[in-house]
């Protein structure tokens, strides 16, 4: 502020300097008394400027976080039992704050999954799934990894203890951690225009444990246990053959050890990668009758929960991409993959928000066109919204309560990173919001998908199937 102030004063001066030049010997003494004014000011912000990059240099380097750093590459989780033998004992508490040590505890041990993979998954086995699950994907050592080369983001294979499977992906960009980087949280409901914007394909792990709680809230259990952990960076580029053909990869694999938290998501195989149909988007949207036939009527109502599921959860891969309809051994139409969930914030943005609502593209006739939005719903899935709204229920609340059982809780104030607007300027250093923005937001989208709802009952008359 006072270097500012300087300069400002500075351009005054300059101003006066074009005046003197056309003044008359009279003023003479007052000019050059300007002149040794401006030479003193000058030098004072100089000074000014000096001191206060001594001074920030100095506080950034007393608030640089602590870097974890130890021996034993067989540790790969951090709980309140083990972290005293990660961490010196004078670096606990700066090691909580900046390295994310979990602060609860792993789900109790229970027993072991029958199958080291999972081959379906649906309301009569989703919750025994978790309870053997879970405990495995917080705990159990990781013998081998491998990183796996589809997708936009890092992901990898890992086989645990007992050769159960799990794929793995990042919470967070690991340069980020590896360079100490740290984010400002702010809240979203007091932005002048509220905005926010995913950044990067980094993160994917943050939106797989969020949207493996909101399916468990909503009790769909139409996704494969998932849990967030820690695991070491050595563990996961010490032995990456990749490095050699990627600069990143190198310097994740020379720097010190440090821990990478991630969602650790139980294998299922095997998996049928399929596309609805384009005369399923004429069924939802009124433009052909309803199936009769049990297995086809089922398909479409799957189909119907996966948007509805997608405009509450802001994912617009779905609709985008075809590799994400994927269908278990059983036949049931998975909620798969989440990774790149809460795109625009909370609450989303309306103006493409709503686009979800039109389904894949396999729905879409004409691209040039305005889409339609689809006008028959999942019958369990509407009364079961309603039915929230009526006891007076909210399912912001019950996600978020969820989610604070992962270790790796509070998820979106840790991990996920949006840019925001000031103005009509979108900034370039990304921001978290708050869990209790994602749940306000969360109550928001229920509220509008209901409305939409609504709209559709007053034309059509019955919507639901």
């Not at 006066?16 to 004072?44: D, I, N, P, Y």
């Not at 440090?258 to 195989?269: E, K, L, Q």
């Not at 139409?333 to 309306?350: M, N, Q, T, V, Y």
């Amino acid at each position: 502020g006072l270097a500012e102030r300087a300069r400002c004063r500075l351009q005054q001066l300059q101003h006066h300097s074009r005046w003197c030049s056309r003044s008359s010997t009279v003023r003479e003494r007052g000019c050059t008394a300007m002149r040794a004014l401006k030479v003193t000011v000058g030098v004072a912000a100089l000074i000014l400027a000096g001191v206060s990059l001594l001074l920030l240099r100095g506080m950034s380097q007393e608030a640089r976080p602590v870097m974890v750093v130890h021996d034993d590459p067989r540790i790969s989780q951090v709980t309140k039992d083990n972290i005293h033998q990660l961490l010196r004992p004078e670096h606990v508490e700066l090691g909580r704050k900046h390295a994310h040590i979990p602060t609860r505890q792993p789900h109790p041990p229970g027993p072991l999954p029958a199958t080291t993979t999972i081959s379906y998954i649906d309301a009569t086995n989703a919750a025994e799934l978790d309870r053997r699950w879970l405990p495995l994907l917080q705990t159990a050592d990781v013998i081998e990894v491998k990183r796996l080369s589809s997708g936009l983001s890092e992901k990898w294979r890992v086989t645990l203890e007992g050769g159960y499977m799990a794929a793995v992906k990042p919470c967070e960009d690991p340069l980020y951690i590896r360079n100490h980087t740290e984010w400002t949280t702010i809240d979203y409901y007091q932005m002048k225009k509220p905005y926010g914007t995913r950044t990067g394909r980094m993160d994917q792990g943050m939106g797989e444990i969020a949207g493996y709680h909101l399916d468990r809230a909503l009790g769909m259990n139409r996704k494969p246990p998932i849990a967030g952990r820690l695991l070491s960076s050595r563990l996961l580029y010490g032995t990456d053959a990749d490095a050699e053909h990627d600069e990143r990869l190198q310097e994740l694999r020379a720097a010190p050890e440090f821990f990478v938290p991630v969602a650790m998501v139980a294998w299922m195989d095997p998996l049928v990668y399929w596309l609805p149909p384009e005369h399923h988007g004429k069924i939802l949207k009124h433009a052909r009758d309803i199936p009769t036939e049990p297995r086809e009527l089922k398909l479409v109502r799957e189909v119907s929960e996966a948007i509805l599921f997608d405009f509450l959860a802001d994912d617009h891969d779905r609709r985008r991409v075809n590799g994400n309809w994927v269908r278990d051994a059983n036949g049931t139409l998975l909620l798969w993959d989440s990774g790149i969930a809460w795109l625009h914030g909370p609450e989303g943005r309306k103006s493409r928000c709503y686009e979800i609502l039109c389904g894949p593209d396999s729905f879409i006739e004409d691209p040039e066109k305005r889409c339609t939005h689809i006008s028959r719903f999942s019958r369990s899935f509407v009364h079961k919204l309603r039915e929230m709204v009526l006891r007076g229920e909210s399912l912001g609340e019950k996600w978020i309560d969820s989610m604070s059982q992962d270790l790796l809780s509070p998820v979106f104030e840790r991990y996920a990173k949006f840019y925001w607007k000031t103005g009509q300027r979108s900034t370039q250093r990304p921001v978290h919001f708050t869990e209790d923005n994602m749940k306000r937001g969360m109550d928001s989208k229920v509220a509008k998908l209901l409305e939409h709802i609504d709209e559709k009952e007053k034309k059509y008359g019955n919507v639901l199937f």
